[in-house]
């Protein structure tokens, strides 16, 4: 069975580090490039990032350009977050998702992606 599973999240100081993880169960993630989303109280689902099926290929949202680094060790069948300088406005429920295809849109739309994780709470607050 296809399953996916954030973990990593918490409570952090503005200007503080996590790193998300997600693992890959069921499925090899060699064929599918995989994305981050996010889904604040209140607002809708948001592409945070995304990651090719071989790592050559990245893409960001603009609010977390220079922030936020993708990777995936597909050994492992897992994808990282690493989110730095985190803000209060990057208090969510963060989300992985597996996508049907190898590549990335520039554009993270939620219907290209096909098997969604249970989401982790992130909290940037002092």
């Known amino acids: 069975q296809l399953q996916l599973v954030e973990s990593g999240g918490g409570l952090v100081q503005p200007g503080g580090s996590l790193r998300l993880s997600c693992a890959a169960s069921g499925f090899t993630l060699d064929d599918s490039a995989i994305g981050w989303f996010r889904q604040a109280p209140g607002k809708e689902r948001e592409g945070v990032s995304c990651?090719?099926?071989?790592?050559?290929?990245?893409e960001y949202a603009e609010s977390v350009k220079g922030r936020f680094t993708i990777s995936r060790d597909n050994a492992k069948r897992t994808v990282y977050l690493q989110m730095n300088s985190l803000k209060s406005e990057d208090t969510a429920v963060y989300y992985c998702?597996?996508?049907?295809?190898?590549?990335?849109?520039?554009?993270?739309?939620?219907?290209?992606?096909?098997?969604w994780g249970q989401g982790t709470q992130v909290t940037v607050s002092s």
């Open positions: 998702a597996a996508a049907a295809v190898g590549w990335c849109y520039a554009v993270l739309w939620e219907g290209d992606f096909r098997s």
């Open positions: 990651i090719s099926a071989k790592g050559s290929g990245t």
